[in-house]
């Protein structure tokens, strides 16, 4: 059996870093992506070069993304899966107080960089019968206040799965949206703007989802038998519900 490779964006911690671990100890050759070169270089060196190969650009520069990928040693050239996975929200304020700049940047990574990626891989991963795993988020499916183009942007990352698997309809190319609720990661730091207190506040109690639960969802999709696909997986912690409308009265 041949060696298979993934490549993984935002693989420098949360469920990307997680899942650089799950599909190495699978056997998996891994493409790892991300800003942050330290990160990426820590993971080479703990699972070795020629299991793990490091790509440091920032996904809203197409230009690098294109530059990188082209230049990929040709071990690691023949991508069977791709986990678009680097993605941030940013601020929880309502609409009308939100920053524009901060929603321009999630489209930016969220949508634009998102589909940038699939477009440039997608007629090798048609060739070799391969994969793409999205991760959207319960965000996209359940409004919360301040969660306006987050919420958004995972919306489309949901339905643009979906017609990916209409489009792809015949081809063998499998195509899933994982969409997580609360999980621990560096993602609520990111999204208050390093506020530890923040972070531990939020997941204080919940026992939310860890980067490997995800890491482990993406492998399991990942290594079904070829004749099945999962469209869509929902998955929360269980001290996690969606519930409610609210109602305003003058
Ligand atoms: P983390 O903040 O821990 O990881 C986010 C990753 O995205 C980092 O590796 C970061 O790399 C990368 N990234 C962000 N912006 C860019 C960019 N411009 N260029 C390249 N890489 C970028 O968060 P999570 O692991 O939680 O998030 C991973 C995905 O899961 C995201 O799409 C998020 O929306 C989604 N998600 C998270 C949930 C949660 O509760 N944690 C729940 C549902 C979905 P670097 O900074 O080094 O560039
Ligand atoms: C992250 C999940 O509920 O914090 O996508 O928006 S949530």
């Known amino acids: 059996m041949h060696t298979k490779t993934v490549l993984i964006t935002g693989a420098t911690s949360g ?6 671990d799950r599909f190495v100890s699978g056997g998996w050759r891994v493409i790892a992506t991300g800003r942050r070169a330290d990160r990426l270089q820590a993971l080479v060196q703990r699972h070795g070069s020629d299991k793990v190969h490091a790509l ?19 071990e690691f050239a023949s991508i069977d899966l791709l986990l678009n996975n680097a993605g941030l929200a940013l601020g929880t304020a309502p609409a009308q107080q939100a920053d524009l700049q901060q929603w321009k940047q999630m489209i930016d990574t969220n949508v634009t960089a998102l589909v940038t990626i699939t477009h440039l891989l997608l007629p090798a991963l048609i060739e070799r ?7 959207s988020s319960i965000a996209g499916t359940y409004p919360y206040k301040g969660g306006n183009v987050y919420g958004g942007s995972k919306a489309f990352v949901s339905q643009f799965s979906q017609n990916l698997r209409a489009d792809l309809h015949g081809t063998g190319v499998r195509v899933t949206s994982i969409e997580p ?5 560096e993602f609520t730091l990111v999204r208050t703007g390093g506020d530890q207190r923040a972070s531990d506040q939020l997941y204080a109690g919940v026992h939310p989802i860890t980067a490997a639960d995800i890491a482990e969802s993406v492998w ?26 609210q109602v305003h009265r003058d």
């Not at 440091?56 to 990188?68: I, L």
């Not at 019968?129 to 991760?135: F, K, L, Y």
């Open 15 to 20: 469920f990307g870093a997680a899942a650089v």
């Open 56 to 74: 440091v650009f920032d996904m809203r520069d197409e230009d690098a993304m294109r530059a990188a990928i082209a230049d990929l040693p040709p």
């Open 129 to 135: 019968r391969g994969a793409i795993v999205n991760i």
């Open 181 to 185: 609720g609360m999980a621990e990661t």
């Open 220 to 245: 399991w999709v990942a290594t079904l038998p070829p004749h099945l696909n999962i469209n869509r997986l929902e998955v929360m912690p269980v001290n996690q519900s969606a519930a409610g409308l």
